[in-house]
């Protein structure tokens, strides 16, 4: 389930005063209560400094206070040294020169001298605010450098399509871009003309891709291909799976991690289904049983869910687990240690997208449906419960899609799941419904949630003969950005990190601008898409008719 990340503002104390000692006209407080800057002015500011660079600044007797200006964007790690003989003191002040990020008097036990370091929040220009113990003439020596980002264990950072529909919370985005002028690289022919069911793509261009098997049976032996390809369009491995592969994530380690599902006969026609966590070496394709249990049945599916601290962990998503028949039944929840090779008990299980997400305060918004028997009507609600379990609030006829990064509630309006209208969804339960102005198709599946806090998403008209297929954008406040008829009624949404926009067999600029080069159109019935490194796309089959042939997209423009 999507995770929500808040901007917290924080309540300003302290006074910020002007070269007089008596504010300066127009600057706003410090936030954080810093009794010791009161006194420093942007006049104070003497002197610009870049990464890599050091600057002496002369102390003066009538200011406290000296100041470097720095321009740093957001994610950058700095480390900043202030020497001199006199026992400086550094503060580390934000862009709007009011909030101290960082503040430093002693390095460490051995030196008098202030060391700070600090991960920008925002992109903008920084001060280095600085004084020295004493009153005694000095110079101070600023040195400014930035810090290599460390490495990640966040599988999500470090690739491009490390899950299904992306990543943990399977919204569709990618921290990657891809094409703008599509054009094929390479198509591949993989072991099995069966369609695609599993597609991820690692830093370098590999793509892990697992198939079904062409006869879907309940026979011990159903199973499918899992294949490894290169960059370049080279297969470097294919294994056979007892089972089929119903989830697969990169590792912080960058081995695969899957979720296989087999069966295991118990008598004559009848088999126990058998749920398997799985580590597949990158290098072989070689697999590693990590756990089994047989507990339930194919309804209460295991997903594999890399943690952001590097783990691995298998277990039944929250919603599905809440639906299990008998409840009693309590299927096993892994954790995966790559480092120390440790497993351990889950202490829950996880939420997944379009049925339920969890909010900050630890309140939660859930999908739910019945079957009303006397009425020959199947019912769908949301409904809202409280930390502690209480319901705050019911909405019948609406249903979830997510909960976007910024805190707006995507979900459909309707009093059919399958059918509706996308709609927003506020936290008081009030439903409304957004355009099309007639209800059309929904697929969960075909739902994507932007960083940015839009909505992209599948409709079909099925009121039109044949029916028609559309891909709409809408805005965090509802508005529609565009919607346009594509090939494809299945498989998946992909949103890039420049906002552009690939599914239902098109390519979309964040506007809706087709971006399908003159001449050079994609191959439309191409449904399963990952976006890979280097402005490439990755896309295959999964309808019942495949081919098996992995397509790779670059840029005919570079």
Avoid at 13 to 35: I, K, M, R, T, V
Avoid at 374 to 381: D, E, G, K, N
């Amino acid at each position: 389930m999507p995770r929500l990340r808040l901007l917290f503002a924080f309540v300003a104390s302290g006074l910020l005063a002007s070269a007089c000692g008596a504010g300066d006209a127009g600057s706003p407080p410090f936030e954080e209560s810093e009794d010791e800057l009161v006194g420093l002015a942007r006049a104070d500011v003497v002197a610009t400094l870049t990464y890599g660079g050091t600057v002496d600044v002369p102390s003066n007797p009538a200011r406290r206070y000296r100041g470097v200006r720095f321009s740093g964007k957001a994610g950058d790690a700095v480390e900043i040294w202030v020497r001199a003989a006199t026992d400086p003191r550094a503060w580390l002040i934000g862009p709007d020169f009011r909030k101290t990020l960082a503040s430093n008097d002693d390095a460490d036990p051995t030196t008098k001298d202030a060391r700070l370091t600090f991960t920008l929040k925002e992109d903008g220009e920084h001060t280095i605010a600085f004084r020295a113990a004493s009153s005694t003439p000095t110079t101070f020596a600023v040195s400014l450098s930035k810090a290599a980002p460390a490495a990640s264990t966040d599988v999500c950072l470090k690739h491009p399509w490390p899950m299904a529909y992306g990543c943990r919370d399977r919204q569709g985005r990618s921290s990657s871009t891809g094409p703008t002028t599509p054009t094929i690289a390479w198509q591949t022919q993989l072991p099995s003309p069966c369609s695609l069911t599993q597609l991820v793509v690692d830093a370098a261009g590999t793509a892990y891709v697992s198939q079904d098997s062409c006869q879907d049976t309940f026979s011990t032996a159903r199973g499918g291909a899992f294949s490894a390809v290169r960059a370049d369009g080279t297969i470097a491995w294919s294994t056979s799976l007892l089972g089929r592969l119903k989830d697969l994530a990169i590792g912080s380690d960058d081995a695969l991690y899957g979720y296989v599902e087999g069966r295991r006969p118990v008598a004559p026609w009848t088999s126990a289904v058998v749920h398997s966590f799985y580590r597949f070496d990158p290098a072989t394709g070689a697999a590693t049983k990590l756990y089994s249990d047989e507990i339930g049945v194919d309804t209460l599916p295991r997903v594999v869910t890399p943690l952001p601290d590097g783990r691995v962990q298998f277990s039944v998503p929250t919603d599905v687990l809440e639906m299990a028949n008998p409840p009693t039944l309590q299927p096993g929840a892994k954790i995966y240690d790559p480092t120390t090779k440790a497993l351990s008990d889950a202490p829950s299980a996880v939420t997944t997208p379009w049925l339920r997400s969890r909010l900050p305060d630890g309140s939660s918004l859930s999908s739910h449906t019945e079957y009303d028997q006397a009425q020959s009507v199947r019912l769908f609600w949301l409904e809202r419960r409280d930390a502690a379990g209480a319901l705050s609030w019911r909405a019948n006829d609406a249903q979830l899609f997510g909960v976007a990064p910024g805190g707006t509630v995507f979900g459909s309006s309707g009093d059919d799941s399958a059918y509706g209208r996308p709609a927003l969804i506020a936290l008081n339960g009030t439903v409304t419904p957004l355009g099309p102005s007639k209800a059309m198709g929904l697929s969960p599946y075909r739902v994507a949630i932007g960083a940015d806090d839009s909505l992209v998403l599948g409709l079909r008209d099925a009121w039109t003969q044949p029916a028609t297929y559309f891909l709409a954008k809408y805005t965090k406040a509802g508005a529609v950005v565009f919607q346009e008829r594509v090939p494809l009624d299945r498989g998946n949404i992909a949103i890039d990190a420049a906002g552009n926009i690939y599914g239902g067999g098109a390519f979309f600029g964040p506007n809706g601008a087709r971006l399908e080069a003159p001449g050079r159109p994609w191959v439309p019935s191409q449904d399963r898409v990952a976006v890979g490194p280097n402005k490439t796309l990755y896309a295959g089959w999964a309808g019942a008719i495949a081919s098996g042939k992995l397509y790779k997209l670059k840029d005919a423009v570079p």
